[in-house]
């Protein structure tokens, strides 16, 4: 599986900080593995998988070594070692983009150490899924990471597979014909940029200038920038050469955006100016810097040519920074903004979109960055953004998509961005797709990828977009859900039929609250909508409630409070029941005292108020006396309480039963044997109305 360079930028924006502390576990001082941990913070991940695979192949023999012992040395230390190792080695694969071998990984620590792992590795391993095209798998764990996160990681809220799921994104209808260009090569290529009638893209090509420089996260040369020309239909390249020798640098150089006049370029460069920049914890950030267009006018030309002129004045931009990365600018097609990605303090994930204004005097300033918010950024990545007039496109693994980083395209109406959507296959694949431009009037542009199909590791793909007669429209949605619970007790009630209808009183959806209360309906409404929701159980006063949905995507949560119809009238266990004052009988008796008839009255009142209730009546005895005494006693004042209902006018069809049940349900302690006062012995003692119907 390929290795992607855009993780340059990934974990150069993520910085040694992000990188670390993005897992879920330090390095041990003590670790077994010291050197490939050093490589691993030093993002040589190739190499550091290959010495995490022998620690573990070592662990592996020695826990078989260890398996048939009842007790051995150190045996917590070394699983606690082994699961850091494990970790480790999925990591280093997932980030060099080789999700095969990552998937491997993490499948073994899922399986071996689930539910106690960090979710956030149940996130990677959904990933890794996809990147494989186990869809309905990474479904049914990204599922679980929204379970656990919902309310800490704005990830879950894009992968809560309720607005969307990973069928909608695979059932996109496919709109782009791509075309893998002739000038790809074994290595990185990527970062396509118009210029004028040509094309600028970044690559690690082995010039003889940089062979011997290597890059030791994938063990490929530097990158550089390069300048092709576009043939006549603008789907391939050729007349490749260096772009600026100026802006070239013995290090990285990737990704840039010119001003509407040609005039000015902003690029991306490691924090490099003769020596390479470091942080106080030795890692080297990006930044962004810009150069102007000067030309030679003592220059001779033949006929017919044109000044090239040199690119010079390279400054860095001032919010540029040694202690985070700034990359991948974007200029607005007025020239006005510059949009790039920073993993700077207000970031809202890994790494967001940011602009700034290009301010409009000699000098050149800038406004203070701006992050895009939650609308575009997510906790996960955005990168490699590209604005026009019509939309801001970007590449994220934050919003849901088919595996890796994904293209989503965000409308821009009133200058506000609208809620992104994915751009489906076959632009995006199970692995990562970015660097996505376009010209919106002629439906073509590039994209680079490191899909299975390419020539190298990211190649370069010009497409063609088949247009449609309307663009997906943005669709605010929501969700409703919410609980029943008694509104005098508090107590959460199953079983409630829940109803929701629109403002015109049509019925939408019905569905039941589970065993504890909550209910959700599927039926997906809109934003700032007005809807009613509507309770029923048998038993319960019918609630209804009025709402007004939220203004932004997300769900709206309805609470309702139900009362019995009587206060008589109790929930136990799930079951109603007519709750009255004990009914007392004498000793080994079953005839209905005059105590005893003045509760049962309650019962007669009730049922007659309710003339289709219908009830069964329970009796119990305690644990004193023998098994079938107790059972014949307690079915003899079952059956002597039903007459008494009888003789009072209550019809014997609405008596559905009245049996004994003696002391085979106790509800304490008292057992044969066990020695209990007379209070909980009367706890015992009771006769139950069960309300079946009414």
């Known amino acids: 599986m390929k290795k992607s360079i855009i ?178 090569t074994e290595n990185s290529d990527f970062g396509p940029m118009y210029y004028k009638e040509k094309l600028i893209y970044s690559s690690a090509v082995d010039s003889s200038n940089y062979h011997t420089r290597i890059y030791h996260w994938n063990e490929q040369p530097f990158l550089n920038m390069y300048m092709g020309n576009l043939n006549a239909i603008e789907s391939d390249i050729d007349r490749i050469k260096e772009f600026s020798e100026n802006l070239n640098t013995r290090y990285h150089e990737a990704t840039l955006a010119f001003t509407p006049d040609h005039k000015r370029v902003f690029f991306t460069r490691n924090n490099y100016d003769g020596e390479l920049g470091r942080d106080g914890e030795g890692t080297n950030h990006l930044k962004l810097y810009s150069a102007d267009l000067v030309y030679d006018e003592d220059e001779d030309l033949e006929e017919g040519e044109e000044r090239e002129g040199e690119w010079k004045n390279v400054k860095e931009l001032p919010f540029n920074s040694e202690d985070y990365s700034v990359g991948h600018p974007t200029v607005s097609k007025d020239g006005k903004k510059l949009y790039f990605v920073s ?88 692995l990562d797709d970015f660097s996505f431009i376009i010209k919106e009037d002629k439906n073509r542009g590039f994209v680079a990828s490191n899909r299975l199909s390419g020539k190298g590791d990211d190649d370069i793909y010009s497409f063609v977009r088949i247009p449609l007669e309307e663009e997906p429209e943005e669709i605010c949605e929501q969700l409703v859900r919410g609980f029943v619970s008694n509104e005098i007790t508090g107590e959460r009630i199953s079983n409630v039929t829940v109803t929701l209808f629109n403002e015109k009183g049509e019925q939408l959806e019905t569905t039941t609250t589970s065993v504890n209360g909550a209910y959700q309906f599927k039926k997906v409404v809109g934003c700032n909508t007005k809807y009613k929701v509507e309770a029923n159980k048998t038993g319960y006063q019918q609630k209804e409630k009025p709402l007004l949905t939220d203004l932004l995507p997300g769900e709206t949560v309805v609470a309702l409070g139900l009362q019995t119809v009587d206060k008589l009238i109790v929930e136990e266990g799930g079951l109603l029941k007519i709750k009255i004052g004990i009914i007392y009988f004498d000793l080994d008796k079953s ?104």
Not at 45 to 53: I, S, T
Not at 67 to 92: F, M, Q
């Open 7 to 184: 993780l340059l930028f990934v974990l150069g924006m993520f910085s040694a900080t992000y990188a670390q502390n993005f897992l879920s576990d330090s390095i041990a001082d003590n670790s077994s593995t010291p050197q490939a941990d050093k490589l691993f913070k030093r993002m040589w991940y190739k190499e550091a998988a290959e010495l995490y695979e022998r620690e573990l192949s070592s662990l592996d023999r020695k826990k078989d070594r260890n398996k048939d012992k009842k007790k051995y040395r150190n045996k917590n230390s070394e699983e606690d070692n082994y699961l850091r190792v494990l970790k480790k080695a999925g990591d280093a694969y997932y980030f060099n983009t080789d999700m095969e071998n990552a998937n491997r990984h993490y499948d073994k620590l899922i399986a071996t150490y689930y539910p106690e792992v960090n979710p956030e590795y149940i996130f990677r391993y959904a990933h890794s899924l996809e990147g494989i095209g186990e869809y309905s798998q990474a479904k049914r764990w990204m599922k679980k990471f929204a379970k656990q996160t919902k309310k800490d990681d704005d990830r879950s809220e894009k992968y809560n597979q309720k607005k969307q799921t990973i069928d909608d994104v695979l059932n996109i209808k496919p709109r782009f014909i791509l075309h893998n260009l002739s000038i790809n």
């Open 591 to 694: 005839y209905i005292r005059n105590d005893a008839a003045i509760e049962l009255n309650k019962i007669v009142v009730l049922m007659t108020e309710y003339p289709k209730m219908v009830i069964k009546i329970e009796s119990h005895t305690d644990a004193r006396n023998t098994d079938a005494y107790n059972l014949s006693l307690s079915d003899r004042r079952a059956k002597s309480t039903r007459e008494y209902l009888i003789s009072q006018g209550i019809k014997a069809e609405r008596l559905d039963s009245a049996i004994g049940y003696g002391e085979s349900r106790l509800i304490n302690r008292c057992v044969n044997g066990v020695k209990c006062s007379e209070a909980e012995h009367q706890l015992n003692r009771r006769s139950e109305f069960i309300i079946l119907k009414m």
């Open 343 to 430: 993993d700077m303090p207000g970031s809202l994930g890994g790494t967001d979109i940011f602009v700034v204004d290009i301010l409009e005097n000699e000098a050149e300033e800038y406004s203070k960055p701006r992050n895009l918010g939650e609308t575009v950024n997510t906790a996960g990545r955005e990168m490699f953004p590209y604005v026009t007039d019509e939309a801001l496109y970007f590449a994220s693994d934050g919003h849901l998509g088919l595996g890796g980083l994904d293209v989503f395209k965000s409308k821009i109406e009133d200058e506000q961005f609208k809620m992104p959507f994915n751009l489906g296959a076959p632009l995006n694949s199970k």
